[in-house]
Nanobody
Framework: QLQFVESGGGLVQPGGSLRLSCAAS????????IGWFRQAPGKEREGVLC????????NYVDSVKGRFTISRDNAKNMVYLQMNSLKPEDTAIYYC????????????????WGQGTQVTVSS
């Protein structure tokens, strides 16, 4: 079964940090762009960051620039999202997904969505 499993979410105070992990099962990540998305209560899902097969990154939302970074470890079949200086508006369920191509491109065209991990930023 082809799927992602996200982990690392939790409750954190404003200004804090979290590192989310995305583990691929049933396929390898090597040649595919991988993206992180989030969905806040009552809002549509939005793209956050993408990492291409070559390691280049694409921001899909300006609000995380300078605070979030995406990385990948193909040997471990893992992708990570390091989130620093967290704000209450970052509260959401975070998902990872893949593209059937190496380039990030737009936030459309992603498949194999995981179940997500909840991130709550609150004092």
């Amino acid at each position: 079964q082809l799927q992602f499993v996200e982990s690392g979410g939790g409750l954190v105070q404003p200004g804090g940090s979290l590192r989310l992990s995305c583990a691929a099962s049933g396929f390898t990540l090597d040649y595919r762009a991988i993206g992180w998305f989030r969905q806040a209560p009552g809002k549509e899902r939005e793209g956050v960051l993408c990492i291409s097969s070559g390691g280049g990154t694409t921001n899909y939302v300006d609000s995380v620039k300078g605070r979030f970074t995406i990385s990948r470890d193909n040997a471990k079949n893992m992708v990570y999202l390091q989130m620093n200086s967290l704000k209450p508006e970052d509260t959401a369920i975070y998902y990872c997904a893949r593209k059937n191509m190496g380039a990030c491109g737009t936030y459309r065209g992603y498949t194999n969505w995981g179940q997500g991990t909840q991130v709550t930023v609150s004092s």
